[in-house]
């Protein structure tokens, strides 16, 4: 059971409706909260670590806001769920995460109405809440889907290909996604013109004029001055900030903003709340955030073993057995020692796959392509036909994504991959 006096806030809460009930400007110090308990709670069981720790405020927000389970939230990939299963009953159950019979470690639609579609894989997500969205629209439910994606699940395709889809559609579906930029992939944007542009692109009486001009002024394809109006928002934004990518596939674009902040999460979240259509907030986090070794070390800390939150991971010392992994490592840098033209080739699992050592001992034959395993296999397909000799080293269960390239791009060619 948690501990009432050391979780005051936390322990009144079992659902998201109990998180209502507090006070606006409560919310800060329930965030403290929710992180210190995780810490906790992950430091007794292992688990998915840095990216729940990332997400706090966020997480606070979406809940304190939305009506979920009624109002859906799809979480990408599901690894920083932690503080949601916590504010959605399964608080107390926690630190069975991983355990036969305990909760799961990613959201799960068996285990509660709060977990709107199974994950694991990453870059799913806009995907599943577009066609969520779809589907109450055509049943004239006007209730809020929203997808969480993170900077790393964006580099992959099918997330594209659920943007592109969205914006292509002559009735747009009332669809947020929140774009999760912990500053490791994509954008470094910071500093004092990033927050003057995240504040007036989230302001309620900016937003305001825009669609009470849409209503005035009606369709900007048949109505002149409809497209004149357009044409000079673009041209002001512009002098200030290229126009975003974003924006051209069809979405409004907010952000990016200080995604610790939980008064601007808030009112950013109120006004897009009260938004049609298709829009994208861009938040700015830290994964491993307020747990400082998480901080410095976000690939050691982005999955643990039970540890001591005071003390941090501890080195069990003596010698190291060498791993499967290692093996391979070795043997890559060996055989690339031998053959000039070997490349190698991973899909963003440098330190999982075992091509740390590769990419520093010849950075300009190590690719990483990103979470594109079907791009990976081709483009070492491609390479393969130049006469190159490509391995491409991908976890088993990503290669799941890859079967037709595998089949269809190296085995029926015959491709030395």
């Known amino acids: 059971m948690i501990d009432s006096a050391r ?3 936390l322990a009144r809460i079992q659902s998201p409706d109990d998180l209502r009930r507090f006070e606006e400007s409560e919310l800060p110090a329930i965030a403290d909260e929710l ?5 906790e709670s992950v430091g007794k069981s292992g688990g998915h670590f840095g990216a729940g720790l990332g997400v706090i405020e966020l997480t606070v927000a979406l809940h304190y806001l939305y009506q979920t389970p009624v109002d859906q939230l799809v ?7 932690y503080p949601h299963k916590i504010l959605t009953g399964r608080r107390d159950e926690i630190h069975t995460v991983k355990q036969k019979d305990g909760v799961a470690p990613f959201p799960k639609r068996e285990e509660s109405e709060y977990d709107t579609f199974g994950v694991g894989h990453s870059s799913t997500s806009i995907s ?8 109450r629209q055509a049943e004239g439910d006007d209730r809020k889907v929203v997808a969480v994606i993170g900077d790393g699940a964006m580099t992959a395709g099918m997330a594209y290909e659920a943007l592109n889809h969205a914006g292509g559609m002559e009735q747009e579906p009332n669809l947020l996604v929140i774009l999760n930029d912990n500053n490791m992939s994509i954008s470094e944007a910071v500093g004092g013109l990033t927050k003057m542009l995240g504040r007036a692109t989230g302001s309620r009486t900016l937003n305001a004029l825009r669609e009470g001009g849409k209503k005035i002024l009606g369709d900007k394809k048949h109505n002149p001055t409809a497209r004149f109006v357009k044409r000079w928002e673009e ?11 974003f ?4 979405f409004h674009y907010t952000g990016p903003i200080d995604g610790h902040d939980v008064p601007a999460l808030v009112a950013t979240l109120k006004t897009l709340k009260s938004l049609k259509g298709l829009k994208l907030l861009h938040v700015m986090t830290t994964k491993g ?11 050691g800390y982005h999955a643990v073993g039970p540890f001591d939150p005071d003390k941090g991971l501890v080195s069990k010392g003596g010698a190291k057995k060498p791993t499967y992994t290692d093996v391979f490592s070795d043997w890559l840098c060996d055989a690339a020692a031998a053959e000039p033209k070997l490349m190698g080739i991973t899909p963003a699992m440098r330190e999982g796959s075992g091509l740390v ?5 010849y950075p300009e034959r190590y690719f990483d392509v990103a979470i594109a395993e079907q791009h990976a296999v081709t483009l070492a397909a491609g390479m393969a036909t130049q006469g190159a000799k490509p391995v491409v080293a991908i976890y088993s269960t990503f290669l799941q994504r890859a079967y037709d390239q595998l089949v269809h791009d190296v085995a029926v060619q015959e491709l030395d991959v």
């Open 128 to 135: 599943a809440a577009l066609g969520m969205a779809i589907a």
């Open 235 to 245: 041209h002001w934004k512009g002098m200030f900030v290229p126009s975003t990518f």
């Open 247 to 250: 924006e051209e596939m069809g």
């Open 35 to 39: 992180r210190a308990y995780l810490i």
């Open 75 to 81: 979480w990408d990939v599901g690894h920083q769920t």
């Open 7 to 9: 979780y005051p806030r």
């Open 357 to 361: 050592r590769f990419s520093k001992e």
């Open 289 to 299: 955030k307020g747990y400082e070794r998480a901080e410095g070390d976000q690939i």
